[in-house]
């Protein structure tokens, strides 16, 4: 891309166009370079290229090679816990329960704050971890705390907001009729759809 030595980094977003990836991925892929020493961040001023540039650029591809395989594990590991939890929680939810997914439900639907997006979304998930009455299932959402880099992936445009909105209430309906198969492949739907989006090159932030 013919950067050479002493250049700067251009900034996130136009690489992210370049590359056609997400932001995401370009950030974590620009922090194993620098941990290569293939770019170096100079604090207040930027990032810029130490390497010349074939080698800049195959360090390049290698780090983003190693950050999409990294979000598709995450991806893997959700679609093997949550559609059992989103079973267990049809099954066991109380009314309490319910109300509680319901409002995390409504409070996502309602924000405009695209920074809160990610968190929200999580929100919903732990709300819905939590109808199991198991700790033990709390602690493992907890432990894979890493799975928030899954959302900020995925959750990069309003359009994309509104779609993770519907995910859930599906989800949330089948767990209102306590149907487990249901509420099971509702997730299984919802993680499978997010993981999709992250195939595809970033949204120019359009929200
Ligand atoms: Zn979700």
Redesign the pocket.
């Known amino acids: 891309m013919g950067l050479t030595p002493g250049d700067r980094l251009p900034p996130e977003r136009d690489l992210a166009h370049r590359f056609r990836v997400s932001r995401g991925s370009i950030r974590e892929a620009v922090k194993h370079l620098a941990a290569q020493g293939v770019v170096e961040s100079r604090r207040g001023a930027g990032t810029f290229v130490v390497s010349a540039p074939q080698a800049f650029a195959r360090a390049m591809e290698a780090a983003l090679a190693g950050a999409r395989a990294h979000l598709d594990r995450l991806f893997e590991l959700r679609l093997i816990i949550e559609p059992g939890i989103a079973a267990v929680a049809a099954r066991k939810a109380s009314a309490a329960h319910l109300q509680a997914i319901q409002k995390a439900v409504a409070t996502q639907a309602e924000e405009t704050d695209s920074r809160r997006w990610g968190e929200q979304?999580?929100a919903?998930?732990r709300a819905i971890a939590q109808a199991t009455e198991n700790p033990l299932v709390l602690e493992l959402l907890a432990a894979t705390g890493a799975i928030t880099e899954t959302?900020e992936e995925a959750l990069q445009s309003a359009a994309r907001h509104e779609a993770?909105v519907t995910?859930?209430r599906r989800?949330l309906g089948a767990l209102l009729a306590h149907d487990s198969a249901a509420a099971a492949k509702a997730m299984e739907d919802?993680?499978l759809w997010?993981h999709a989006l992250t195939q595809l090159p970033s949204k120019e932030d359009s929200a």
């Open positions: 979304d999580l919903v998930h959302r993770s995910g859930h989800i919802h993680i997010a």
